[in-house]
């Protein structure tokens, strides 16, 4: 059973970092793509960032220069380093992975369970 799980969310002030990490766990054959999705209140969930196996990223104009994304291919973790916080960045942020199981020719899409970020004074 293949699992994503997040951790490093939480309550930080205007102009603050955080660092949010996800890992995959479970029978593993290969990783493709990592990415950063991000839900606010009343609003649909949007790419913050993705990373690819070869290490070519993309981020949304709204969080370029603020936030880095990175992985470490051998512990199977994704990495968000958020900078320069603002308000307008809480949300429920998500983390996503093609993963092909051990076993399968295929590449599936997980998601992890999402981690609240609250940015307030």
């Known amino acids: 059973q293949v699992q994503l799980v997040e951790s490093g969310g939480g309550l930080v002030q205007p102009g603050g970092s955080l660092r949010l990490s996800c890992a995959a766990s479970?029978?593993?054959?290969?990783?493709?793509?990592m990415a950063w999705y991000r839900q606010a209140p009343g609003k649909q969930r949007e790419l913050v960032a993705i990373?690819?196996?070869?290490?070519?990223?993309n981020y949304a104009d709204s969080v370029k220069g603020r936030f880095t994304i990175s992985r470490d291919n051998a512990k199977n973790t994704v990495y968000l380093q958020m900078n320069s916080l603002k308000p307008e960045d809480t949300a429920v942020y998500y983390c996503?992975?093609?993963?092909?199981?051990?076993?399968?020719?295929?590449?599936?899409?997980?998601w992890g369970q999402g981690t609240q970020v609250t940015v307030s004074s």
């Open positions: 996503n992975a093609g993963i092909r199981p051990s076993g399968s020719t295929y590449y599936t899409a997980y």
């Open positions: 479970g029978s593993i054959a290969s990783i493709n793509h």
């Open positions: 990373i690819t196996s070869g290490g070519s990223t």
